[in-house]
């Protein structure tokens, strides 16, 4: 079938229940036969091959025998109506999938892809069970977005909401607003400025008069829903509450990375879908980062076996798609399911491993706790980490002065065009007073660490709110800290009344799966701030939401007999 001619239609209309027209754009092979269709629904633009065929050659599939359609979702680019994340995704795509199963060189089954959004739409899409959807491939994307989304544990994921507002949303909008063009030239150019110099915007407060949204007069449900507190019934419209994913019963596999914005959740649907559902669902996990899938990620490289291009040395990420669609929309058998569920590229050793579980069975859950002669400051530190627990010790202690940040280093960010993400080396922000750092003893043998991670910090504040940051690094034998994975949580997330007393705070750092080499070390940060990837508490009840003023607030952090802080370690037993 590679020789085919594909014929491409733009700008079929669909219609919706309520009288709206989406349009999309089909790549169809072109022999009057009737195919499965492979459906994403994106706010990106379809025409845009950089969204719209990313990371799989769609071309292929469509040689492979499927239809492809590529939809612009509501009140984007050429589709009708009022654009509002997340909110009509799931009705819309209900209505989606049952025109795409009715369309006449369609055979009536229909599967989704796509990663980020359109990730996320399909997800939405199946939680209304539309009977012809046969199966999903949803990648690096949401589920609850209270936590991992426009949120992280209570803190504001200011970076990656900047930057999704003014350079993958804002600028359809401006073209919808404005429609003189001499006006809508002007206003794009003030958006490639402010775009050009956000680093600039970043501090600026209170964010709900955010200038640049402001003046463009653009965008007022990104205000909107900044504001929303973690118990207003709006977040249940525009999330996968348990609820709506106890109601997906479809095939899915799920792709995700190590330092991409999204592995939390990513993982959660993955864990839940599986408890819930009686379909397959398969797990795969690469060193990547949002929508970077290949081999050189941040300031490392994991070998080509990583690259979507060639996963393991066996095939590419395009090729997993034809598999995964033929098994559930062609009924082949192409030994999936035949295959462990779960795939994880573990860094360090850098090989890809199939598991039956996640988390894995074997992992024994290992406390490493803080110790320190009462100075852990910076990595001349005395900060030392072990599995020896704390008896009498010193506390650490340090001032967090709001006006002056730690900075995001790399990371599972998704931050302005050019910014560092995935792993970087660290040892400049270990040199800041306010970051804490606990670092073990050079490994005499490699230690694999796989699975979630925690830190439990027993500390004291008298900021009347304040945040607290942890970071797990692999330190290299020349000095070099690669970051491996971290979290933060706001205390008045956790607790309605800070008070000056000692709280254990849980940080919940996600997930990771690395080697500590023979001769590395393993190393703790811990600080108050990660900016600009979130938000910076201003220690005195407000946010960077609604406050123009803010504090320092001093910082203790405890760990002896009492409140041993530590940070637990999914430790496998190596076979």
Same mark, same amino acid.
């Given at each position: 079938m590679a020789s085919m001619q594909i014929l491409v239609e733009k700008n079929v209309p669909c219609t919706l229940r309520d009288g709206t027209i989406l349009y999309a754009d089909v790549y169809r092979p072109n022999d009057g036969n009737q195919y499965p269709v492979l459906l994403t629904r994106l706010p990106y633009n379809k025409n845009e091959r950089y969204y719209s065929h990313r990371y799989l050659d769609t071309h292929r599939l469509v040689e492979n025998g499927y239809v492809v359609i590529i939809q612009d979702v509501r009140g984007r680019f050429s589709s009708e109506g009022d654009f509002y994340p997340f909110k009509h995704e799931g009705n819309d795509g209900y209505d989606a999938v049952e025109w795409a199963a009715g369309l006449p060189y369609s055979d009536g089954n229909v599967?989704?892809? *796509?990663?980020?959004?359109?990730?996320?739409?399909?997800?939405?899409?199946?939680?209304?069970?539309?009977?012809?959807?046969?199966?999903?491939?949803? %990648?690096?994307?949401?589920?609850?977005?209270?936590?991992?989304?426009?949120?992280?544990n209570g803190v504001y994921e200011l970076g990656q909401n900047i930057s999704w507002a003014l350079e993958s949303i804002a600028g359809d909008e401006l073209k919808r607003k404005y429609v003189n063009l001499a006006e809508y030239e002007e206003k794009m150019r003030e958006?490639?400025?402010?775009?050009?110099?956000?680093?600039?915007?970043?501090?600026?407060?209170?964010?709900?008069?955010?200038?640049?949204?402001?003046?463009?007069?653009?965008?007022?449900?990104?205000?909107?829903?900044?504001?929303w507190k973690p118990d207003d019934d709006a977040w249940k419209q525009v999330s996968l509450t348990e609820e709506k994913l106890k109601k997906i019963n479809v095939p899915a596999y799920h792709l995700a990375g190590?330092?991409?914005?999204?592995?939390?959740?990513?993982? %959660?649907?993955?864990?839940?879908?599986?408890?819930?559902?009686?379909?397959?669902?398969?797990?795969?996990?690469?060193?990547? %980062?949002?929508?970077?899938?290949?081999?050189?990620?941040?300031?490392?490289r994991f070998g080509l076996h990583a690259s979507e291009n060639w996963i393991n040395y066996k095939e590419d990420l395009t090729n997993l798609h034809l598999r995964w669609f033929d098994q559930w929309l062609k009924g082949v058998d192409t030994g999936l399911l035949s295959e462990k569920p779960v795939k994880i590229f573990v860094m360090g050793e850098n090989v890809w491993?199939?598991?039956?579980?996640?988390?894995?069975?074997?992992?024994?859950?290992?406390?490493?706790y803080f110790h320190s002669e009462g100075v852990a400051n910076t990595r001349f530190g005395n900060g030392q980490l072990s599995t020896e627990p704390p008896k009498s010790e010193p506390f650490d202690q340090f001032i967090f002065n709001p006006k002056y940040p730690v900075p995001t280093t790399g990371g599972g960010t998704l931050l302005h065009t050019g910014a560092l993400t995935g792993p970087a080396d660290q040892r400049a922000v270990e040199e800041r007073e306010d970051v804490l750092v606990f670092t073990s003893q050079v490994l005499?043998?490699?230690?694999?660490?796989?699975?979630?991670?925690?830190?439990?910090?027993?500390?004291?504040?008298?900021?009347?709110?304040?945040?607290?940051?942890?970071?797990l690094v692999d330190v290299l034998p020349n000095g070099t800290a690669y970051n491996l994975t971290d979290g933060i949580v706001r205390a008045s997330d956790v607790y309605k009344r800070i008070g000056n007393e000692v709280k254990a705070y849980e940080i919940d750092l996600w997930a990771t799966s690395n080697v500590f080499m023979p001769g590395h070390r393993i190393r703790v940060e811990v600080s108050s701030s990660n900016f600009p990837r979130f938000?910076?508490?201003?220690?005195? *009840?407000?946010?960077?939401?609604?406050?123009l003023e803010s504090r320092p607030a001093m910082q203790i952090i405890y760990h002896e007999e009492d409140y041993p802080s530590h940070i637990i370690l999914p430790v496998i037993r190596r076979k």
């Open positions: 599967g989704m892809f *796509g990663l980020s959004y359109y990730g996320y739409t399909q997800l939405l899409a199946a939680a209304e069970n539309p009977p012809h959807l046969k199966a999903i491939f949803p %990648a690096q994307t949401l589920s609850d977005i209270r936590d991992g989304g426009f949120f992280r958006l490639a400025e402010y775009i050009d110099t956000v680093e600039d915007w970043y501090t600026a407060v209170p964010l709900r008069e955010w200038p640049p949204l402001k003046n463009l007069d653009i965008l007022s449900y990104f205000f909107e829903m900044a504001e190590w330092y991409d914005c999204f592995l939390g959740p990513s993982i %959660a649907n993955f864990v839940k879908l599986k408890q819930s559902s009686n379909q397959t669902q398969m797990l795969m996990i690469g060193p990547w %980062a949002h929508g970077n899938f290949g081999f050189s990620i941040g300031e490392r491993r199939e598991e039956e579980v996640w988390p894995l069975p074997d992992t024994t859950h290992i406390p490493y005499e043998d490699e230690l694999e660490v796989t699975g979630p991670i925690k830190v439990v910090l027993y500390a004291k504040t008298d900021g009347v709110d304040t945040d607290f940051t942890a970071k938000d910076v508490n201003m220690n005195n *009840g407000g946010t960077m939401l609604t406050d």
